[in-house]
């Protein structure tokens, strides 16, 4: 049980440039979301998912698209990058089954850097 | 408006010294508190849920507890080991799966 999977660890891109943030689950979770990090400011959420084909806006949309194909996916994507999206980006998963807990587990992240 | 705040921001304590970590919260319809522990450079890593005042939970040196109004992380005889960033969030009834975070409480435990 590999948990939650994100790839690539580390990214620095160049203002304009497009990139996609992948995660992956294995534990068959309905609900999956992508925060932010950055000092000061705690975790943010960007989008979420509570299945497959069904996404919705976060705290912090603008500038993010998401898409889920499938249960285990939920890949984040970055259309034309900017200086204000550097931060350290996480992906996290829990069950929406009744009777579960809800209690989401998170990814080990990805550092991006926009110059 | 609905916030979680934690205190303090940071401390410091000596190997086997005890102390409490603080959140408190402000939310209509309080669902779920949830304690993280954020290592650096990792991805929070799940403690504990606790769902209703007088609720305690324990796992090794740590022992969550939660009012109508706060959470408690007790943590006993730390060592070097329990240094991190420990995080709460809360989630309010009918949108129990958007949580409302805190901005953490670094520990730092010095041998």
């Known amino acids: 049980n590999a948990g939650v999977t994100q790839t690539p660890k580390f990214q620095v891109l160049k203002t304009g440039q497009s990139m996609t943030l992948q995660c992956a689950q294995d534990?068959?979770?309905?609900?999956m979301s992508w925060y932010r990090q950055d000092p000061g400011m705690g975790l943010r959420l960007i989008h979420y998912?509570?299945?497959?084909?069904?996404?919705d806006q976060g705290e912090v949309p603008n500038g993010y698209n998401v898409s889920r194909s499938t249960t285990e996916d939920f890949p984040l994507r970055l259309l034309s990058a900017a200086p204000s999206q550097t931060s350290v980006y996480f992906c996290?998963?829990?069950?929406?089954?009744?009777?579960?807990?809800?209690?989401?587990?998170f990814g080990p992240g990805t550092r991006l850097t926009v110059l | 408006e609905d916030q979680v705040t934690q205190s303090p921001e940071a401390l410091r304590l000596q190997e086997g010294e005890s102390s409490s970590l603080n959140c408190s919260y402000t939310?209509?319809?309080?669902?779920?508190l949830f304690w993280y522990r954020q290592d650096p450079g990792k991805g929070p890593e799940f403690l504990f849920t606790?769902?209703?005042?007088?609720e305690e939970k324990e796992k090794e040196r740590l022992k969550a507890t939660l009012t109508k109004k706060e959470s408690f992380l007790h943590i006993t005889a730390p060592k070097p080991e329990d240094s991190a960033t420990y995080l709460c969030?809360?989630?309010?009834?009918?949108?129990?799966?958007?949580?409302?975070w805190g901005l953490g409480t670094s520990l730092a435990v010095n041998p």
């Open positions: 534990m068959n979770h309905e609900y």
């Open positions: 969030a809360v989630s309010q009834a009918g949108n129990n799966r958007k949580l409302i």
């Open positions: 996290a998963s829990s069950s929406a089954q009744r009777g579960s807990t809800d209690t989401q587990y």
């Open positions: 606790l769902y209703s005042a007088g």
């Open positions: 998912s509570v299945g497959a084909g069904i996404t």
């Open positions: 939310v209509s319809g309080l669902r779920g």
